[in-house]
């Protein structure tokens, strides 16, 4: 997005200086890492890096409001409500499209966002390692509002284990060291000192958890959740009545609530009117079908990894929607092939990372995660044998 940067970063990446650059991000955890790492990073310039944050700080005065919570009282379904929520969520993510607008412009766009943690803390290995291993420039951070390796990190300690001891707070999710995103887990444990748990591991004692320590049994008092509960629903009968411990009313604190997951998601998307936030409507709120339907996506509002969106959507995919309430009719995002590689540009989504402390008013921009493509969609089924594509990180202009 910087020509001069971008032309001389190409220039200076050898196949040979890329498997060096992989080689040292998995020896922390050898084979941990099982989605494509992309041969850049992304340099974003100052204007844009404006708008990206406009945008959500225009979200965030949505969020904070004090009528929010009413109005996303039925965004959480019945059967999934956990008791013990609390006043916000303790993380936000903002997935933005990078797009031109009719003007030639770069611009971001609003894809989703989400209550919900996510790669936290890979994201500061894979910045050391760029760093070490990449021609990054001077001038350039990951990091927004003045954090850097330091701070951040104190913060994340500071919001996920709080003032208990680590070994009484666990990064909670179902088979962790069988997913993807395990890197994050052993990160995670790295910079924190908590262990990542599965939920078929808890141990129920009245309204008391525990967990197998070092061959201890240890009392849970705080939970960072990265339980998807639509994950959860598509396990085996036997992991889904352990999952059952989780909507019980229990003696623990969370970190983030899992309420929130369903609060701050695609549900919240038709209240926000912005410039770089495509219109959005509940399915069950639109009187006409849009004449131009090919400009819209059809998703699911109660869904994870893209699952169960239409991308080309005809009047006979709404007919068939039964639960229209529970379905969102998004303007389609058209991603600009806006990376230069040495074969054909790249597309690319921006995830914003926002904390929020315990008695602060507003959360704030910390971090982020980026992802290019190739293909039809950002994800790696639709990227395969292509280069150049996979996660990576931003580098803001300072």
Known sequence: MIPPIRSAYNAALTKEKYADFLNELN??????IEFR??????FIPKDFTQKILDACESIVDIITNSEYKQLTKNAIPAHLQVPGENEHSHFIAFDFGVCINEE????PQLIEMQGFPTLFAYEVLLDDVCRKKLPIPDGFSCYLSGYNKETYINELKEIIVGHHQPENVVLLEIFPHQQKTRI????TQDYLGIKPVCITELIKEGRELFYINNGVKTPIHRIYNRVIFDDLQQQTTEVQEKGKILFEDLDVEWCPHPNWFYRISK???PFIRHPYVPKTYFLNEVKQIPSDLENYVLKPLFSFAGQGVVIDVTAADIEKVKDPENWILQRKVKYAEVIQTPDVPAKLEIRMFYFWKEGEARPHATNNLGRMSKGKMIG???NKDKEWVGGNCCYFEL
């Open 27 to 32: 020896i922390p955890h050898p084979g941990a």
């Open 37 to 42: 790492v992309a041969e850049t990073p992304v």
């Open 104 to 107: 030639g412009e770069y611009e």
């Open 184 to 187: 994050d887990f052993y990160c």
């Open 267 to 269: 549900y919240t998307l």
């Open 380 to 382: 790696v089924r639709y």
